[in-house]
């Protein structure tokens, strides 16, 4: 079955940097589009940019720009999002989101399913 | 840059009843790119409509999607006790974007 699973919680202090994993399984890595939304303690969610597995082409949302870092190591099926320059506001769980079909080509254009688990990431001094 | 706002906030409804969620863009989306998703406590959000009105996999039929243009609705038939949680809508596409959600509580 599909499945994705993500690194660990982390613990940060201002100004540092964190690297969230989301280790995929059960299909094509290659063949979806993936995405990184983050969800701060009782909020709702923010999207925060997509990465296309197959080409690495990337799409932040501005919110973002410049702070954020989505890669791909397509050996090993995983994802991953990094961001920089971590304020105590970033203290969130992330979650990344394959999207549901593989038909997208040169942009994202489908929901999202399935949701890894969430990395809780605590921004902290 | 669109705003989905939904409403109301929190809706307090018992088992049985019906639900209606509301989902409004601040301008025209395409009924091809509005989802809804519900998310239970310590968990990720699951997809539940795409397209507006098409149910994911395994979605039970009392889910139902229907809006076009601005306005966008979630309709739960009757309120099972699993189905009180956090429901977001979502325009999906180059740069996805959610509401603020609603929260089904037991009344």
């Known amino acids: 079955q599909v499945q994705l699973v993500q690194s660990g919680a982390e613990v940060k202090k201002p100004g540092a940097s964190v690297k969230v994993s989301c280790k995929a399984s059960?299909?094509?890595?290659?063949?979806?589009?993936m995405h990184w939304v983050r969800q701060a303690p009782g909020q709702g969610l923010e999207w925060m940019g997509w990465?296309?597995?197959?080409?690495?082409?990337?799409n932040y949302a501005q919110k973002f720009q410049g702070r954020v870092t989505m890669t791909r190591d397509t050996s090993i099926s995983t994802a991953y999002m990094e961001l920089s320059r971590l304020r105590s506001d970033d203290t969130a769980v992330y979650y990344c989101?394959?999207?549901?079909?593989?038909?997208?080509?040169?942009?994202?254009?489908?929901?999202?399913?399935?949701w890894g688990q969430g990395t809780l990431v605590t921004v902290s001094s | 840059e669109i705003v989905l706002t939904q409403s109301p906030g929190t809706l307090s409804l018992s088992p049985g009843e019906r639900a209606t969620l509301s989902c409004r863009a601040s301008q025209s989306v395409s009924s091809s790119y509005l989802a809804w998703y519900q998310q239970k406590p310590g968990q990720a959000p699951r997809l539940l409509i795409y397209g507006a009105s098409s149910r994911a996999t395994g979605i039970p039929d009392r889910f139902s999607g229907s809006g076009s243009g601005t306005d966008f609705t979630l309709t739960i038939s009757r309120l099972e006790p699993e189905d009180f949680a956090v429901y977001y809508c979502q325009q999906y596409g180059s740069s996805p974007l959610f509401g603020g959600g609603t929260k089904v509580e037991i009344k």
């Open positions: 059960g299909y094509t890595f290659t063949g979806y589009y």
């Open positions: 989101a394959r999207e549901k079909h593989d038909w997208c080509s040169s942009t994202s254009c489908s929901p999202f399913d399935p």
């Open positions: 990465i296309n597995p197959n080409s690495g082409g990337t």
